[in-house]
């Protein structure tokens, strides 16, 4: 298996709604992102998880909130959203050679805040 | 500090024409360059990486791209262009130094291939 698989691929919540994205991969890697892609942009990280633990968070709002409950998988939970918000969120992994091989990306959960 | 910097936000290229998109790098010591094609509405794609090996590397779909430090140049180029090469492509450059490891991504050419 060497693919990152996101859920869900459309996404359409209200501003009080609570929502999850999932991310998971069989590749045995243990490094894994979170990348937020507005139309016409490059992605801007959100998180990297290391060994399961939040190593690197991008000055998210608290309304995003990733997790990590084992090394396959990684979800973010979404909570108040804005309409701002809407975008494409893209997951990657990354494996032993470490980042400086190369991602691996899923093909991304589009979302639309109303 | 490191950044990359994609010199064409958007290149046309008639089918069976070369293709050439620019990318130049600014790094304090040796770096790790990568090619990335984005479709619309999916996930990026690796097309190839340059990690201090060959200065020359081939990647997938007829792609490659030649690291030149004098020129802080990476180009990616692909002697003839197909319908489906019309995509997003992003040069990035990763930054591994003092404790801090991510990658810097380009701001993107998007290639139209014309019939």
């Known amino acids: 298996d060497t693919e990152v698989t996101q859920t869900p691929k459309h996404l359409v919540m209200g501003m009080t709604n609570k929502k999850s994205l999932k991310c998971e991969q069989h590749m045995g890697h243990r490094a894994m992102y979170w990348y937020k892609q507005k139309a016409k942009k490059p992605p801007e990280l959100m998180f990297v998880?290391?060994?399961?633990?939040?190593?690197i968070n991008e000055s998210v709002p608290s309304r995003f909130s990733p997790e990590c409950p084992n090394s396959s998988l990684l979800n973010l939970h979404l909570h108040a959203l804005q309409p701002e918000d809407s975008a494409l969120y893209l997951c990657?992994?990354?494996?032993?050679?470490?980042?400086?091989?190369?991602?691996?990306f899923g093909s991304g959960t589009r979302l639309t805040v109303v | 500090a490191q950044s990359v910097t994609q010199l064409d936000s958007h290149v046309s290229v008639s089918e069976g024409t070369p293709v050439l998109l620019r990318c130049n790098y600014s790094s304090s010591y040796s770096p790790s360059l990568f090619w990335y094609v984005q479709h619309p509405n999916k996930g990026l794609q690796l097309l190839l990486k340059?990690?201090?090996?060959?200065?020359l590397v081939k990647g997938i779909n007829g792609f490659e791209a030649e690291f030149k430090k004098s020129e802080t140049s990476f180009h990616l180029t692909k002697p003839s262009a197909h319908m489906s090469d019309a995509a997003e492509y992003f040069c990035?450059?990763?930054?591994?130094?003092?404790?801090?490891?991510?990658?810097?991504f380009g701001t993107g050419t998007r290639l139209k291939v014309l019939a």
């Open positions: 340059y990690t201090s090996a060959a200065t």
């Open positions: 990657a992994s990354s494996g032993r050679g470490g980042q400086s091989y190369g991602y691996t």
């Open positions: 998880y290391s060994y399961e633990k939040l190593s």
């Open positions: 990035v450059v990763f930054l591994g130094s003092s404790g801090t490891y991510k990658y810097i």
